[in-house]
């Protein structure tokens, strides 16, 4: 009964699959969840308020005023406090769309950019309107704001076409929000630190020495941590990501040596500490004060090695914190991880390989190996998105406290 006495905000949107809602709403009812829906204009056109309201024992709501005679309205910022969780299935294409770029004129979207909740959306749309580039750019902004995405399923669409589209099925969803309030609270009282994505060296004014990483892995494990009741510290590098959550605190940073300074200064506080960044392993010997002009064929440049971070916070870990490290390797992968284990003194290290398609840097999905200092198992996992893989990564790191 992990829903039992939870506050569900239920979003329903202008699509066919609205009729879903009615059993979505009859299955959170059972049990236990209390559920406050809320329609946007053409979602009526679809299903009834009558229907969601006898279902849900509470009136729908859609509109910001109640009652214009008298003034009363539905606050948008106290429905958004009052929810453990907001979910929006299905959402439209126009939803997404406004959700993505914080557009706001009706009350659903103003509850989503007051909501300090976890929020899910699952997508319900014809494939070729799913496949889109601008819904699929849309849907990973959703991402990187720190919501979460329930993958539309395949099967017979409406339009009589079949592929993936399909709302998620009303027991899938739940069984999502199951396992999500189960593990909510696993990490709660939990002190976490994470870098994340990659460091900047100045060569002088206008370049620098850098690498690919978007900090996506990062970010999700740090969204993950937070959902699971963690407090985050997160010391990131230049990304364009960002999280919106109360539980999780950043610091941006830009070169090896910023990261490390930061780091430090959570570290004791420290029980878990997730080392996912991209750290330049060099840096420019010089940084030069004006722009270096193209003049010899050739430019050699010196370059220092910058502060291993990992191995640096290793060599002063106490026994019971847990240090993660990240392994992303050409060749030889697995020796290369084994190796970091012992040196860094790690506990876990998450091995991927950039002869894997569509893991490493840049993607929204990853492909995996998690190795630990108990034993010489290796846990390997298929291509996920990388919201999934931080769930796997957390699924280890609890199973090896215990």
């Not at 026994?319 to 860094?344: C, M, P, S, Y």
């Not at 957390?394 to 215990?402: A, D, L, Q, R, T």
């Amino acid at each position: 009964m992990s829903l039992q006495g939870k506050k569900i905000i239920l979003g329903i949107c202008g699509s066919i699959a609205a009729y879903k809602a009615a059993f979505l709403v009859r299955l959170l009812i059972k049990e236990k969840a209390e559920v406050q829906v809320i329609m946007t204009d053409v979602a009526q056109d679809f299903i009834t308020p009558l229907t969601l309201a006898t279902l849900s024992k509470r009136p729908v709501l859609s509109q910001f005023s109640s009652d214009l005679s008298t003034g009363q309205w539905n606050n948008h910022v106290g429905l958004g406090l009052w929810a453990d969780l907001m979910l929006v299935a299905p959402i439209s294409a126009h939803t997404l769309a406004k959700f993505a770029s914080g557009h706001c004129d009706d009350l659903l979207s103003a509850i989503y950019l007051s909501a300090r909740c976890p929020v899910w959306v699952a997508p319900a749309m014809d494939l070729d309107m799913y496949q889109h580039p601008s819904v699929q750019a849309n849907l990973n902004n959703l991402s990187t704001y720190g919501n979460t995405i329930i993958d539309a399923e395949e099967g017979e669409l409406a339009s009589g076409l079949s592929g993936v589209g399909r709302l998620a099925e009303p027991e899938h969803i739940l069984q999502k929000l199951s396992n999500f309030f189960e593990r909510s609270q696993s990490l709660q009282g939990k002190k976490v630190l994470i870098t994340a994505g990659p460091t900047q060296e100045p060569l002088d004014p206008v370049r620098y020495l850098t690498n690919a990483s978007s900090g996506k892995m990062g970010y999700a494990l740090a969204n993950e941590a937070a959902q699971r009741g963690a407090t985050v510290q997160v010391v990131s590098g230049p990304v364009t990501l960002t999280l919106n959550h109360p539980a999780v605190h950043t610091t941006q940073v830009t070169t090896a040596e910023e990261m490390l300074a930061a780091s430090q200064k959570q570290f004791s506080e420290t029980d878990i500490a997730i080392f996912a960044a991209a750290v330049s392993d060099y840096a420019p010997a010089q940084k030069h004060s004006q722009k270096i002009k193209k003049k010899d064929e050739t430019l050699t440049l010196t370059l220092k090695k910058n502060p291993d971070i990992a191995y640096t916070l290793g060599q002063q870990k106490r026994k019971e914190q847990i240090l993660v490290g990240f392994a992303l390797e050409t060749n030889d992968e697995l020796n290369h991880a084994r190796g970091k284990l012992e040196k860094k003194n790690l506990d876990i290290v998450v091995l991927n390989s950039l002869n894997d398609a569509g893991a490493g840097f840049g993607h929204n999905t990853n492909q995996v190996s998690l190795l630990n200092s108990k034993n010489s198992e290796v846990l390997k996992f298929d291509l996920k998105d990388k919201t999934d893989v931080a769930q796997d990564i957390w699924n280890f790191i609890e199973e090896y406290k215990v």
